[in-house]
């Protein structure tokens, strides 16, 4: 039992920090944008986590800078090893994302080799110049899992 409850753990913390966000609405100057080579220059630069939301099976967890730290340790000390988290920052810098090659099509972002990992699905919900929205969608071992990811300009 201990086993299954460790192994949805750990797919719900893949599905949250693989990649997704939320942004403010209020900021007049910030022009949301959805597609097109905007999209490729509003992505530019540097993001940093700030909270995010996922919903697996009927829950929703939310989780913040400070609970993905406290998260961090409980897994580190689970698995007895250091754990770092590929999209706590988020670098674009031309057609690459924290190294990785990546393309758009329309708002779906796609990241080389992601097809090896078959049921999972990364959009950009939102971005301004200061907030950028990811949502990914994962089915993984027939659960669905949706996860809203927030970040802000560095």
């Known amino acids: 039992m201990k086993k299954n409850y460790l192994h949805l753990l750990a797919i719900m913390m893949v599905a949250m920090m693989s990649v997704v966000f939320v942004s403010c609405g209020d900021d007049n100057d910030d022009v949301h944008t959805t597609g097109g080579s905007e999209l490729v220059d509003k992505l530019q630069g540097t993001w940093q986590f700030q909270k995010g939301t996922e919903t697996v099976m009927g829950m929703t967890i939310t989780m913040d800078r400070s609970s993905l730290s406290q998260m961090k340790q409980s897994?580190?000390?689970?698995?007895?090893?250091?754990?770092?988290?590929?999209?706590?920052?988020?670098?674009?810098?031309?057609?690459?994302?924290?190294?990785?090659?990546?393309?758009?099509?329309?708002?779906?972002?796609?990241?080389?080799?992601?097809?090896?990992?078959?049921?999972?699905?990364?959009?950009?919900?939102?971005?301004?110049?200061?907030?950028?929205?990811?949502?990914?969608?994962?089915?993984?071992?027939?659960?669905?899992?949706?996860?809203?990811?927030?970040?802000?300009?560095?």
């Open 75 to 154: 897994m580190e000390e689970i698995m007895g090893s250091k754990v770092e988290f590929w999209d706590e920052v988020l670098s674009f810098s031309g057609s690459k994302v924290n190294g990785v090659n990546y393309k758009l099509d329309g708002n779906k972002l796609i990241l080389e080799g992601i097809d090896a990992m078959d049921g999972i699905s990364i959009s950009v919900k939102s971005v301004t110049s200061s907030a950028l929205v990811l949502r990914e969608e994962i089915n993984m071992e027939g659960i669905n899992m949706t996860a809203d990811m927030e970040y802000s300009k560095k």
